[in-house]
């Protein structure tokens, strides 16, 4: 039978223009499995030139949200490995592989290969291959201009172990012709970081590097990358885990001509915004691009507004023509009487000077007896600001309160709401209408809703796949997992109280929010429990259950008291609770560093004699690795130190390969 006669749309019918589109959408993987074998005009589609070029031999497949798979279908790879290779290798420019596959794909020569992802692999298989595997250090030193490193992580964050931070300068020292480097920025999901321990004093990359980007532990890291003699860096997107005090102070005066595109994020909070970000920033001399997503927390001092941006940074970017921003400021009020200002007050500071659109909002919570949000003992208030360009670019929004007004965040995946007053079934109508795309929301709100009634209209998040409650009174519990209240058809994990757990579904029996909790693959819990009667049947897809430690947050490690400890008892319950990207764990891990003041004489000493840097850094082993169980001395070659750790452990990981 003729389709194409009827009323019927047929594939064979639309130009191959269209097919081609539509071929370049899906996975390389699916469409060799599905439709190499339908017919000759879909073969010439699929070996087209332009399409084979580029080649992603990686599936990525969701079991939870923080659970993900990239190897493909054992049948799939070895038809690709077996009958398409062949005879297309020598055309492949642009090749994604994961470490299950790696032998089999880069068994061809790719002749005109020159970018390479390398997608969920282990530290420890990656630096085995990095060592051992001939054919990828040749591709690496001879061919590769551009290098994607994706590094597999059991938890989300994670500060990876110094393995990475080998890999990483192994790199660096292999690639004879690396233009760009992306390491650990692949998927923004992982949000995984490493420190910058040591890195060598020459190599070829310091003359051939151009764009980098890379997740790292602390500014002293991104300190560390820019005072080395890259000389042709002029890209470099970085997340930084903490910019906080750091007892080891590093150049951060000479001057970064080379530069001319320049994102910083930071997730976590920082209170050291004047004495190391604008420095930083001021070195920029011909930055032509400036990106920031910072959170900002101060003292008695005033909130960041478009006059000071404009005097502090941009008026010593001369060549700046494009500024994107995203920047937080907490202000506690201690001693001083301070004037807020209102948010108009806010826009008109922005008026003037070329920054385009802004976006913003400003919040004053009084201190109550019952509010856990100020957790200064000195405090008496605290002022909140929000400020944005527009129209937003970034992936995150952070610390929304009810003093949002709404807007169109199409690009926003992740939010954090805290607030010390509840989070309205009204309000919630505007967060759903302004994140239309939203996948992983989390709740900060101990406050019990005023508006119990069952609400007239039920609220869409069509896209969420993660919701985080950990935070939240029982109230939110309700609103969003009963189904009549809520409509969530994508939710795929729920991170909750087990006392909220058993209180929302009635000790799972209630009817009213089995839907969604039938529905989960990942649930974390703040406390471990022996499984109830019903457990199972009302969590009847749950792939993993997760124990979350809320305790160790909260408790210091030692019992000296510092500003440190009080910052992370604020963070905890403040601004935005526990972050959803940020694990606050981590600034208990390892010692707590003494504020002493350091000599000015000696921060500015040999500023910019970076072979004395190095002795240094040899001498001094970074704190920030205390709680790793593998040691290593740093005076030791990098492309050595874990040579007899990995023979110990050979037999694990040739088991991991196969």
Known sequence: MNISNNNYSNIFDLPNEILFIIINKLNFADVIYSLVHVNERFVQLVFDPLYIQNLNITLMTIKSFYQRTFSIHEQVLSNICENILPSIHDQVKQLAIEEHSIERILT?????????????????????????YSILRDLLSQQITHLNIDIQTDEIPILLSKISSYIFVMILSLCQRLISLNFSQVFSYRNSFI??????????????????????????????????????????????????????????K????????FSLTSFSHTGDFDEYIIPLLRRMIDLEELILFLTVIRTDST???GVELYDEVLVHMLHLNKFIFNIYTGVFIEDNVIDVPSN?????????????QVGSYVHFEPRKPTNRIIDFEKAKAVVKSHIYSLPYQFKSFLHLNNSFKGGMFVNVRCLIMTDSNPFEHEFFKIISDSFPFLKNLKISNLEPLKKKQHPATVISFPHLNLLNLIDAHDDYAERFLVDTNTHLPCLLDLCITYESLEIVTNNFTNDATRLY?????????????????????????LLAL???????????????????????????????????????????????????????????????????????????????????EIEADNEQDP???FVQELNRNETNVNQNKT
Not at 124 to 131: D, G, M, P, R, S
Not at 344 to 356: A, P
Request: one cysteine or more.
């Open 546 to 628: 997760f124990e979350i430690n809320l305790d160790v947050s909260l408790e210091p490690r030692k019992t000296a008291t510092s500003n440190r400890q009080v910052l992370v008892k604020w963070i905890c319950s403040t601004m935005a609770g526990q972050y959803a990207h940020v694990d606050v764990t981590q600034y208990l891990l390892g010692p707590i560093p003494t504020p002493t003041a350091t000599p000015a004489t000696d921060e500015n000493k040999n500023e910019d004699d970076h072979d004395n840097q190095d002795q240094n850094e040899d001498i001094e082993e970074d704190d920030i690795y205390d709680q790793i």
């Open 639 to 641: 492309s050595n130190v």
């Open 344 to 356: 108009e007050d806010i826009q008109n500071s922005f008026i003037g000077k070329e920054y385009g």
């Open 517 to 541: 909790c039938s529905k989960l693959k990942g649930l974390h819990i703040d406390e471990s429990f022996v499984r109830p009667k019903h457990f199972d049947e009302y969590f009847r897809l």
């Open 195 to 252: 420190a910058i321990c040591k890195l060598p004093k020459t190599c070829p990359t310091y003359s051939t590097l151009i764009e980098l980007k890379i997740n790292v532990a602390t500014l002293n890291d991104c300190l560390r990358l820019l005072n080395r003699h890259f000389d042709c860096l002029s890209k470099l997107t970085i997340n930084v885990r903490e910019i906080k005090y750091e007892r080891k102070r590093i150049n951060n």
């Open 303 to 305: 909130l960041i507004d």
């Open 108 to 132: 061809h020569n790719y002749s005109q290969l020159y970018s390479l992802s390398l997608v969920d692999f282990k530290e420890e298989i990656l630096y085995q291959y990095l060592t051992d």
């Open 254 to 261: 000479t001057k970064l001509p080379t530069l001319k595109y």
